[in-house]
């Protein structure tokens, strides 16, 4: 079955199908069979986590398939779905495989992908109401409904974005507007927070960023206190203090509470980066691990992460909607002051982006289909993958355990394997293609990784990895 009818000799070929509009089903339907079929052949020539070879070897298969990547003549739908998703599905890093485990990159799920494929068709862009009358609704009843989940005031808000870069720069970008007339922001942050928080200054134009050391993996609230009082002395203004719920190294949470009394005593603001820890909030288990998180003036909070979400699902939260004022913009074309006053809602100042996809659907899609609950389930069940991999770790003889994990993540290594031994074998696994780890430096050694975000990893899919380890370490 083809997309396309063939045209009778000498009449131009016809225009190809659309996505949207009545005939969307009758276009799509046969085609989903064809990316279907090529994902699951491309995974199956990949076989494992990752494509064997290392990058020249990939690098050469694209090229094959991919051949003239502007013919003179098309090949035609189902073969360059064929012949494309294939390709990409052969050369990928699955997260869905228990042995991809390296980065904050999980896999997501199927009902939010399938989510994801109507916002595609349907193409709402998020900058203004008559391009995307219902999506901007799901919108916003989404973000507020977050939001409450993390602020007891009465009108908490968030903005979608790309992920936790995004967000970290826009709180940033909202302190400084906050402050523009009391002088410049100074920003402060632990060792331990994501390369985005200092960046971010940079690309405000603020002063550089200052670390605070983390030699124990988070920000003591004494370090913190030394820091601001020097900060007072040297540079006399607005300060912004941000702190991590979820490092990426370890996955370990800043004491927020004790954080946010030492800025208080200081008069400075609190950002909390929970781009990965943030959904802990959902499962009445682990949500003490955030405790004081609400007391931030501003959250980051990532659902591609512990909330499976396809790329990308970023929120940046605050307390108070009025905390998003400084992003109000105005361009005629989108919300005419006389179209706002008539009642059209004014999107263009919930993000820095103009055209944007509507990616609270497949959010709320998510939320939907599996309720408080269902979330809570998935989320308890990832943790428990890393507390019996932690357990698995420190019983074997070969291997030592660094930490218990807080969240996800497993920081481990060979126990008679030196750093640069430990380097080699993750990257002998990796272009092997076996198994996906990270690496991380804590205690002045260096660390493989383990961020364990797929809740069906099984004990066995565990034991398999510390077994190639094993293998690969002393071969």
């Not at 808000?157 to 410049?184: F, I, K, S, W, Y």
Request: with cysteine; glycine share 8%; hydrophobic share 45%.
């Amino acid at each position: 079955m083809t997309s396309r009818t063939t045209p009778p000799p000498g009449a131009p070929p016809p225009l190809p199908p659309l996505a949207g509009g009545s005939g969307a089903a009758a276009a799509l339907r046969p085609l989903l069979d064809t990316v279907l079929d090529a994902l699951t052949t491309g995974a199956a020539a990949r076989g494992g986590p990752l494509p064997a070879g290392g990058p020249e070897a990939v690098a050469a298969r694209v090229r094959a398939a991919l051949g003239d990547v502007l013919p003179a003549h098309g090949h035609g739908d189902h073969e360059a779905l064929r012949t494309l998703v294939h390709t990409l599905a052969e050369g990928a890093a699955d997260p869905a495989d228990p042995l991809c485990a390296a980065h904050l990159h999980g896999p997501p799920l199927a009902v939010a992908a399938a989510a994801d494929l109507a916002a595609s068709a349907l193409n709402p862009s998020l900058d203004s109401w008559d391009q995307a009358p219902a999506a901007s609704v799901v919108e916003a009843l989404l973000t507020r409904a977050l939001a409450a989940e993390l602020y007891d005031t009465p009108h908490p808000d968030a903005l979608v974005t790309t992920g936790g870069t995004e967000a970290n720069q826009l709180a940033l970008l909202l302190a400084r507007e906050h402050h523009r007339r009391a002088g410049p922001l100074t920003v402060l942050h632990g060792a331990n927070a994501h390369h985005s928080v200092p960046r971010a200054a940079w690309l405000l134009g603020l002063p550089p960023a200052t670390g605070i050391p983390t030699p124990t993996g988070t920000l003591h609230p004494a370090d913190l206190d030394a820091a601001l009082t020097r900060a007072r002395q040297e540079r006399p203004g607005p300060v912004l203090v941000t702190a991590t719920a979820g490092t990426t190294d370890a996955g370990l949470i800043d004491p927020l509470d004790a954080l946010a009394d030492v800025c208080a005593r200081h008069g400075a603001e609190l950002h909390v980066d929970a781009a990965y820890g943030g959904l802990l909030a959902l499962s009445p288990r682990h949500r003490h691990l955030l405790h004081g998180l609400g007391r931030a003036r501003s959250l980051t909070l990532d659902l591609h992460k512990l909330g499976w979400q396809p790329v990308a699902a970023g929120l940046l939260a605050v307390p108070d909607t009025a905390l998003l004022a400084p992003l109000a913009h105005q361009a005629d074309y989108l919300n005419a002051t006389d179209d706002t006053a008539a009642g059209l809602p004014d999107l263009l100042g919930r993000s820095l982006r103009t055209t944007r996809r509507p990616d609270a659907l497949k959010i709320a899609v998510t939320l939907r289909s599996l309720g408080r609950d269902g979330l809570a389930r998935l989320i308890d069940a990832t943790c428990a993958v890393a507390v019996e991999f932690a357990r698995l770790v420190e019983a074997h003889p070969g291997f030592v355990l660094h930490a218990p994990p807080t969240i996800s993540t497993v920081l481990f290594r060979p126990a008679d394997a030196d750093d640069a031994r430990l380097a080699a074998v993750r990257r002998t696994l990796l272009l092997d293609g076996r198994a996906v780890l990270g690496r991380a430096t804590a205690n002045g050694r260096l660390w493989l990784k383990a961020t364990l975000l797929n809740p069906r990893t099984t004990a066995g899919d565990l034991a398999t990895l510390l077994t190639l380890l094993e293998g690969s370490t002393h071969r």
